[in-house]
């Protein structure tokens, strides 16, 4: 099930798999079988037979009467990633499959990336004649101002890698804007500051006829944190700022009319936040 399409008014929202993945203790601590197991809505979407959970990797494509908006670019194929083998120099057939959905690379004319994660900006860039090139050279790659300024000081092996070979090129091609938190990029589309995982991390809002969706990024990573808003990412940027972000958010969209697209939500990757005992749990019926 590698597309899924949501409409939003006017808007599609079309999702572009790129692979799954079992398995999240290595990002949230608590996310055991066990303890997934005392979240009982998580089955069967989010969590497989032997109750570990389930991650998604995908881009979400935003398609209005006159944009493509492409919301994150996966992990991307030939990328140098040894410290998470999985992802290490893959080739898969995204791009491919971003064309069967109906968006061939060059008809996308921006980019937005709600952060800088490895995971997020892999297609970004493409390898050709041995040389990273901006895989969507017609559009135009939106970046929040504190995202770019945090990683651009970054000297560690593993983020300049990253940058080098995913971001750097598309910001000498001149194809990089730097925009606030809030930025409308259209009249159905504006981002909303959600800091935390990341210092200039946002979440995507559209809205279309009286229609609402968001897409998290990876403000909330899997669905338990729904249940469990507590549950951070061993590799936020800053945990506490994360959890308040994330119980805000909470409680902002609990039990409102408003679908929540999860960045790395697995399954029907969608659905609506219901206040559930005491605390939240996503609806997809």
């Given at each position: 099930m590698s597309h899924l399409t949501w409409q939003i008014g006017d808007v599609r929202i079309t999702r572009v798999q790129e692979f799954e993945m079992e398995g999240l203790e290595w990002v949230i601590e608590q996310a055991s079988a066990a303890n997934l197991g005392k979240i009982p809505w998580l089955a069967p979407h989010f969590v497989n037979g032997e109750g570990e959970a389930v991650l998604s990797i995908h881009a979400l494509v935003i398609e209005t009467r006159d944009r493509r908006i492409l919301v994150d670019t996966c992990v991307g194929n030939d990328k140098n990633l040894p410290v998470i083998a999985d992802w290490h120099q893959r080739t898969g057939p995204f791009l491919a499959d971003l064309a069967d959905a109906g968006y061939p690379r060059e008809s996308v004319d921006t980019v937005l990336c709600t952060h800088l994660h490895v995971d997020h900006?892999?297609?970004?860039?493409?390898?050709?004649?041995?040389?990273?090139?901006?895989?969507?050279?017609?559009?135009?790659?939106?970046?929040?101002?504190?995202?770019?300024?945090?990683?651009?000081?970054?000297?560690d092996e593993f983020t300049t890698q990253v940058l080098d070979e995913s971001v750097r090129p598309v910001w000498d091609a001149g194809l990089v804007d730097l925009v606030d938190a809030n930025h409308r990029v259209c009249d159905e589309v504006w981002l909303e500051p959600t800091p935390g995982h990341t210092p200039g991390h946002v979440s995507v809002r559209v809205s279309s006829r009286g229609e609402d969706a968001v897409i998290t990024g990876d403000m909330i990573h899997h669905p338990c944190q729904i249940a469990e808003p507590g549950w951070g990412a061993q590799v936020d940027h800053d945990?506490?700022?994360?959890?308040?972000?994330?119980?805000?958010f909470l409680a902002r969209y609990g039990d409102q009319p408003v679908l929540v697209i999860g960045t790395h939500f697995a399954g029907p990757s969608a659905g609506r936040i219901v206040r559930d005992a005491g605390t939240y749990r996503l609806d997809v019926g």
């Open positions: 900006v892999g297609w970004n860039t493409m390898r050709v004649d041995g040389k990273w090139q901006p895989t969507f050279a017609e559009a135009r790659y939106l970046v929040a101002h504190d995202e770019w300024a945090h990683w651009s000081e970054k000297t945990f506490d700022q994360g959890v308040r972000t994330r119980s805000d």
